[in-house]
């Protein structure tokens, strides 16, 4: 296992609060409607960029270099117990968890939460990020731990077209994962299909998690609370 250190710089104390756009946020399914973002011209210093470099045109077979990317979906690689793959680590209460480092997009330190009407279940409220509202959802209860009393990091999360936040206690490094040493998960009520293997980082365990099954999870979650 090889563990990078990340590029996070940590500011001292709590971010002060942004205002919200003026414009409504909409909400449909019980998800918030997501467009496309703007790349804002200046760094946002309240947030931490998780990039990670597109391998060259030519590198489409395995072993032509070590930046090649299998196309596979994150889940049916990890259940292969071949290849490596780059995490990014999280945390969630004390327990280290880890995710798909291209399916992470930032993190946003200390967010100024806004309440929503339909807020229930795992759905906190929204955030703004680049300009937009973002929906944030505590993933707490999906990965079998309490809610946390409050959000240090909205971890931005970009499936498809969509961004959504999961509130987090910390993003710390970004590591490289050899499949071929991760072991099977725990059934964990909740967490089970969520959670896909477990692995050893220095002296902790990370719990390896697949970000749309957790995603599915939380908005699961407060269709539940709203039936």
């Not at 998800?31 to 947030?47: F, K, M, R």
Request: charged share 25%.
């Amino acid at each position: 296992m090889k563990k990078r250190s990340s590029s996070k710089a940590h500011a001292p104390g709590k971010k002060t609060a942004r205002s919200a756009p003026a414009a409504e946020v909409a909400v449909a399914t019980g998800v918030l409607s997501l467009a496309e973002e703007p790349v804002p011209d200046a760094p946002d210093t309240d947030s931490i960029a998780v990039h990670m470099p597109p391998p060259a045109a030519d590198q489409t077979e395995p072993g032509a270099s070590s930046a090649w990317r299998d196309p596979r979906p994150f889940r049916d690689r990890v259940r292969s117990r071949t290849g490596e793959v780059d995490l990014l680590l999280f945390r969630v209460g004390a327990e280290l968890f880890a995710a798909e480092l291209r399916a992470v997009e930032e993190a946003v330190e200390w967010p100024a939460i806004h309440p929503l009407p339909e807020a229930r279940g795992a759905l906190l409220g929204a955030f703004e990020h680049r300009g937009r509202m973002t929906a944030l959802y505590t993933p707490a209860r999906a990965l079998g731990h309490p809610e946390a009393a409050n959000v240090p990091v909205a971890m931005v999360a970009r499936i498809g077209e969509r961004r959504i936040g999961l509130a987090v206690a910390d993003v710390e490094d970004v590591m490289t994962l050899a499949l071929d040493g991760l072991r099977e998960a725990p059934v964990l009520g909740d967490a089970d299909g969520v959670l896909l293997g477990v692995a050893r980082c220095g002296h902790d365990l990370v719990a390896l998690v697949d970000i749309e099954a957790l995603i599915a999870a939380c908005l699961f979650e407060r269709e539940m609370e709203t039936a």
